[in-house]
């Protein structure tokens, strides 16, 4: 039974039987009652001194408004049962906590009294460890700040079909930090020997664990956040955090506006992105997105923890990563030197599979639409992490920024041709501008940067190369002739210009990028023969060519094509 009282707390102190406080404490119920068809958390004041009560519900994030309503239905007159004619009290069911007292309990961190349940089975305490991550992981998220919930769940899955969900929730009138230090709290008050069920109750906040057994295997990735209500940030923390946006804390200029470095009461790093030209955005869009793009968790994703709405301002908040964006090292003669062959084969993997994630494995699957060097940051270990994923679905692709976005001298730098053309967008977009990142990780070379006698962008340089035989040569001289696998160098050249074809159905999906950038065999046995890319200026000429010979050029160059 999800409406079983759990247990409580009921001061000594007892009000008057008929007196004023009772009824007002009687309203106060009421009220609670009635908002719990809409809300997951409400607070309520009645009556006047000295008889004023202070009320306040929370559901868990995983009751819905109905298990909502039914439990806080319970808890109201449980708590006249369990606590009559207290002045004070607090009670625990399975899906909430109500609580009220004769002085004000609202925005304060109360950690007593508390109860730990933990029970079941003793044979989990091999994944104590992935517990108490599971935790901390839950901590940012739901400690990023939430008016209206501050709750986060999860499932994982465990070695030996274990499923391991477990769930935090704030009261939301806690400022982030207090929501975060309860929840610390609560964990070290967790001394499981292992147990199957564990949970922590405090008044401002609990948490809750679950073991399973179970055959059910969730999509990849190990973790997949199950709710996560509100994430948003308050304006004044933001402002703490950056120093007023002070200048000395601004990290750069990004697509879409400025970012800055801030540090969170707590000691959180983080990289805080104070969106420019927003207003034409609606709010209902930006949050929508915005909690698409925290609830997705990978390693080559940056993650976002929370956003801010307020004063006409919208900014993001997300994990810092320390070593700033790929194309600070890749275009500058001395940091490139420092990106090794093996750096720069773990980034070109690593991108893949942040963006298989996106494009595969997330629900709803995202489209980037803005890949570039400089939207790919590089952390400490230079793991490539992709940033600003579903934000340029609210912003309008950022065609005006960066030399390559726009055509000039006859290429189309990162964007999709079928895009610059006709705005279509699909994941094969993605897929071109991986491409063109691909082959520029390769040849240190921006897409833009050749001006040969040929007038030849990378991708018609990087296929010349590659039909004369001579691919290796675009590799960047930073590198030593012998400092790199030639066959990876090759696999990755021809997977770079399988990506960046004319055509977008007959590009790679990022499920076949990965198959082919593992494949140990023969490329040249294993892989098909890229077509031809077309820049603009080339197709144009073809079709003169086409138009007057009546021979389509594209075949013969196709028979032509092949690694020597
Ligand atoms: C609810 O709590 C906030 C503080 O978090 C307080 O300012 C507000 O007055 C409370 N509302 C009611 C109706 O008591």
């Known amino acids: 039974d999800l409406n079983v009282y759990i247990n409580g707390s009921c001061s000594n102190r007892k009000f008057e039987q008929g007196g004023v406080y009772q009824t007002n404490l009687y309203y106060l119920l009421s009220n609670l009652t009635s908002n719990s068809d809409t809300r997951k958390f409400h607070n309520f004041t ?72 933990i029970f079941g089975p003793t044979k989990y305490s091999q994944f104590n460890q992935q517990l108490s991550n599971a935790f901390i992981g839950l901590f940012n998220v739901a400690s990023a700040g939430c008016l209206s919930l501050a709750s986060a769940s999860t499932v ?20 982030p930090s207090d929501c975060r230090s309860c929840l610390q709290t609560a964990l070290g008050r967790l001394h499981t020997q292992g147990q199957q069920y564990g949970m922590i109750l405090q008044p401002s906040c609990r948490l809750t664990y679950t073991f399973t057994e179970t055959s059910i295997f969730l999509p990849k990735g190990l ?26 804390n601004k990290l750069g200029q990004g697509g879409f506006g400025i970012v800055y470095m801030g540090t969170l009461a707590d000691g959180q790093a983080v990289a805080i992105k104070r969106l420019s030209n927003a207003s034409g955005q609606g709010i209902r869009e930006f949050k929508t997105e915005a909690c698409l793009a925290a609830k997705l968790q990978h390693k080559n994703l940056v993650k976002l923890f929370g956003f801010c709405l307020e004063r006409d301002e919208m900014l993001l908040v997300y994990e810092f990563v320390p070593n700033k964006s790929l194309d600070r090292y890749l275009f500058d003669a001395k940091r490139g030197a420092l990106l090794k062959w093996e750096t720069r084969y773990k980034i070109i993997v690593g991108i893949a599979r942040g963006l298989l994630y996106l494009h595969e494995d997330s629900c709803p699957k995202i489209i980037h639409r ?76 921006r897409c833009l940067d050749i001006n040969n006698a040929q007038g030849e ?108």
């Open 223 to 248: 973790e997949e956040i199950e709710s996560m209500e509100n994430l948003q940030i308050d304006f004044e923390t933001i402002k703490s955090a950056t120093y007023n946006f002070s200048d000395s």
């Open 457 to 564: 962008n990378l991708l018609s340089y990087a296929w010349r190369l590659w039909n004369e035989g001579a691919h290796l040569n675009l590799v960047d001289s930073a590198l030593g002739k012998n400092d790199f696998s030639k066959d990876e160098v090759e696999r990755c050249i021809q997977v770079g210009l399988l990506c960046t074809q004319e055509d977008p159905d007959k590009r790679p999906n990022m499920a076949s990028v990965l198959i082919m950038l593992n494949t140990q065999l023969n490329i040249s046995m294993t892989l098909p023969f890229p077509p031809p890319i077309l820049p603009y200026y080339k197709q144009e000429k073809s079709a003169d060519l086409l138009g007057s010979s009546g021979v389509n050029p594209m075949e013969d160059i196709m028979t032509e094509l092949s690694p020597r």
């Open 46 to 117: 009645t009556g006047e001194r000295p008889n004023t009560v202070y009320g306040l519900y929370l559901c868990n994030s995983g009751a819905d408004n109905q298990l909502c309503r039914d439990c806080i239905k319970a808890a109201s007159e449980g708590i006249l049962q369990t606590c009559p004619s207290s002045v004070e009290a607090i009670v625990w069911y399975p899906l909430c906590m109500l609580r009220y007292a004769n002085h004000s309990i609202f925005s304060i961190n109360d950690v007593n009294p508390y109860f730990p349940l």
């Open 370 to 445: 803005d890949l570039k060097p400089s939207n790919i940051l590089l952390d400490g270990e230079m793991n490539p992490k992709i940033a600003d994923f579903g934000m340029a679905k609210l912003f309008g692709g950022d065609l005006t920024q960066g030399n390559c976005t726009s055509r000039i001298g006859g290429t189309f730098g990162y964007m999709a041709p079928e895009y610059t053309r006709t705005g279509h967008f699909s994941s094969k977009s993605d897929i071109f501008s991986y491409g063109v990142i691909l082959l520029e990780i390769i040849s240190g070379n």
């Open 156 to 175: 994982s899955q465990l070695p030996g079909n274990m499923l391991l969900t477990s769930s935090v929730d704030c009261t939301p009138d806690l400022r």
